[in-house]
């Protein structure tokens, strides 16, 4: 079955970096679309960037110059490096698969981003 794993989440300090790591078991990962969510107490879960197939990327406001999302389709991995962390990201981020138009869409597990002094 497939499995998307992710990792690097933690307690980090505001103005802190961290890179999330998902590892994609299973699928054809090239031809996924790939993007990072995150749902944080009381709201609703939101996208905070995806990238597609051929590299184009895409990002929440919020995050914009802070977080990068990258992808290593040889070893099936897409990342999001986290820079100038702020309290408000706090979350549960989830790493995401889509086959894109109305393929099959698949979760990860979801790792915990605190940002506290």
């Known amino acids: 079955q497939v499995q998307l794993v992710e990792s690097g989440g933690g307690l980090v300090q505001p103005g802190g970096s961290l890179r999330l790591s998902c590892a994609a078991s299973?699928?054809?990962?090239?031809?996924?679309?790939m993007g990072w969510y995150r749902q944080a107490p009381g709201k609703q879960r939101e996208l905070v960037a995806s990238m597609s197939p051929g590299g184009t990327t895409n990002y929440a406001d919020s995050v914009k110059g802070r977080f990068t999302i990258s992808r290593d389709n040889a070893l099936n991995t897409v990342y999001l490096q986290m820079n100038s962390l702020k309290p408000e990201d706090t979350a549960v981020y989830y790493c995401n698969a889509k086959w894109l138009p109305l393929g099959p869409n698949y979760w990860g597990q979801g790792t915990q981003v605190t940002v506290s002094s």
């Open positions: 299973r699928i054809i990962f090239s031809g996924y679309d």
